[in-house]
């Protein structure tokens, strides 16, 4: 967090931290840097992430082990398991699902197969989508101006009411380098 | 000058305020009853108070003053995104109603921004239909300084302005209270909840105020007697869906009915032998086409 206004900037940092919050990104992002200067005005966020894409049917999400008269169920993602147990139970019943550990469960008198393809969202979740709902979430909502560019796994917004200048663009770029280095 | 009370006890025996409070010549301005319990806002004229509170003791209920009892206050963000609304804005009004006021929120269509940020006629006209607008602004000092103020430099009634910075100093205000700003949750801690009392306050000093101005020319009728006349002969207000039908405003009311069809019933309403319609201005409020009744001060029966 880089901003003139030292008050104004901690209290940027908190809504983006609440943001980030609300929005269950906190285990996606490796890095977040804001460059704020309201008397340019200027607002430039930077964001490092790991691209994935949660899927939404169980075969694609987990690891299944055949027991006697059950089927444990291996969450690859803890973040997950919400959604699947609402969606497990809504399909089976409260009577057939229990949870043995953090991300097991276990599914008593179903077939395999069927278990496999129950989808536990309506669409998979792809966080480039989570991260572009965080960046407008973030930027003052008068800076309509904004230009976006992507280097690797690093998005960056440029947002301002004046158009965008070729500084500003150097500027971001630098930012990227420094904060690449630091995270390194 | 009459002094608004919030009453807070059982229902068992609270006629007897009720009584006492009419006797003395104020008013019942709200009754809640939840359960046993009962929430009441009153207006006593201020040289009864002390018996009133006596009477209020004896029925074991609690009795604090609320100068917000009776004023409509338009809380004001820079736009209804989710930038801006629903925290602080919906805590800043919440907390106003539990000092008695009535409070409404209002998004300006251009408000947000630096040089960009403006306030249009139908905003600045909305804003002025109530007794105190409170601007909830951003986090930047530069901001709020530079640009912001251009939003409420022209709005004639009181201002309250809310923000980021601790401290800052606008001109054309009534008060600022800072530490708020763009604030992402709801108030829920000491620090955050403590900065609500302040606006709370705030709101409180400026109505009083306002109200001491008015003692110098006192309106023609009180706004809480016009409302008991048209509750009594025009039962159909009271029927509205809306809430709160008929609102108090400091120098009026608000009648939350259409305006075509309402507006020569309301001023053919009978106030101590005076039509309504010659001791106030009536007219249509640009929320929703309700009736709005402005009470002319008594200076102006001597002008006639």
Redesign the interface.
Known sequence: MDSS?K??GE??R??IE??VE?LALGGSIKWLYAYIR??I?LFIISISYREFERKNVLKDLAKFEVRSDSIKISLDNELDLADALRALWSELGRDKIEQIGRNDILVKGVDLEYLKEIKIREKAISVTEKITELIS?IL?????IRRSMKRDEIIIIIAS?DPIKEEWIKKAMEMIDNAKVSYI | MLKYLIFEGGVHKHEILVEFVEDLGGFIIQKNVIGLDLIMHIAVPENDLKKVMEIAEELKGSLKEAPLIGVEIVVVA??L????LPHPACDIAENLRRHGAKTNLLGLSRG??????HISKEDRELIEEHDIAIFVL??????LKNFKTKLFKDISIPIIVTG???EIELPGIEGYVGGI?????RFRINEMIEKLELVSDLAERVAEKRRREMDLDPLIVEPALVKKEIERQMPEALEALSPSPITLKIDGLRIKLPYDDYRYKVASIDIEGRRLGDIANIKKSLMRSYILVKILPQSYLIKV
Do not use: M, T, W
């Not at chain 2, 951003?138 to 901001?143: A, D, I, K, L, V």
């Not at chain 2, 700003?181 to 949750?185: I, K, N, T």
């Open positions: 206004d008050k104004g209290r940027y908190h809504l609440r943001a609300d309201p008397e005005p979430r003052p909502e008068g800076f309509k009411e | 820079p736009s995104s989710r930038h801006h947000v921004g630096q040089k960009i940020a951003g986090n930047f000092e530069y901001c980021g910075p601790d700003g763009r604030y992402p949750e």
